[in-house]
């Protein structure tokens, strides 16, 4: 299917995902290709291939669009055919999109969700929690065509500002600028927004441990 022939996402697709409809009204046609929507048959068997259901929001996308090239494939979103795992033998960890330079895949977390990250080659780096949220990050730093790694990281935390891992990523940086009393904050609303998340409580103590060691302690064995 060539771009003239693209098809046109529809006003509940848009709906759905605003940071989406945004870029595709904004720039030229063949800056972004969005593919015709997968068949059920094939989501279902995708599905069954991995022995699990896919999140949500790339079920819903998928089922407008089965995959998509955006920014002239700086962002690719692959189809049912190429949504694989991460690893040989694991379906616990699935590719679902690339960069040019790295892989995007999701997890499930432990509190039956998802985490959407970059994948390591061994580990899965975490930064959202939806596939929502994902895009609309993803969109924003590629659309304000950022390079350095806080200028992107503030611009996911904007598009994703309740996300615990985005409040944990931006917490542990200013632990990193030794900032705990900055940190402190982050981290607290990180372990309210996932109060089963053992790491956000770990890096909570951490910014505790300086000025209130009791304190900190608490938050050390909530992490256990």
């Not at 960890?93 to 390591?120: E, M, R």
């Amino acid at each position: 299917m060539g771009y003239d022939d693209a098809p046109t996402p529809t006003a509940h697709f848009m709906s759905t995902f605003p940071a989406l409809a945004r870029i595709v009204a904004r720039y030229r046609r063949d800056v972004h290709h969005l593919q015709a929507s997968a068949a059920t048959e094939a989501i279902s068997a995708l599905e069954g291939h991995l022995g699990q259901s896919l999140p949500q929001g790339l079920r819903a996308f998928l089922r407008e669009h089965n995959g998509a090239q955006l920014f002239r494939g700086q962002l690719r979103i692959r189809d049912t055919s190429a949504i694989a795992p991460a690893c040989e033998g694991s379906t616990t960890t699935v590719l679902f999109a690339d960069g040019t330079d790295h892989h995007w895949a999701w997890a499930s977390d432990t509190n039956d969700g998802h985490v959407f990250g970059i994948w390591k080659g061994t580990r899965l780096e975490p930064f959202h929690s939806s596939f929502d949220r994902w895009l609309q990050g993803t969109i924003d730093v590629l659309d304000a065509r950022v390079n350095r790694p806080e200028d992107q990281d503030a611009l996911r935390l904007e598009a994703d500002p309740d996300d615990a891992w985005q409040l944990l990523r931006a917490g542990v940086s200013k632990l990193a600028a030794g900032k705990p009393e900055a940190a402190e904050p982050i981290l607290r609303r990180a372990t309210e927004v996932a109060p089963h998340n053992p790491e956000a409580w770990q890096r909570y103590a951490d910014a505790l441990a300086g000025a209130d060691r009791q304190a900190a302690r608490k938050a050390w064995l909530q992490a256990f």
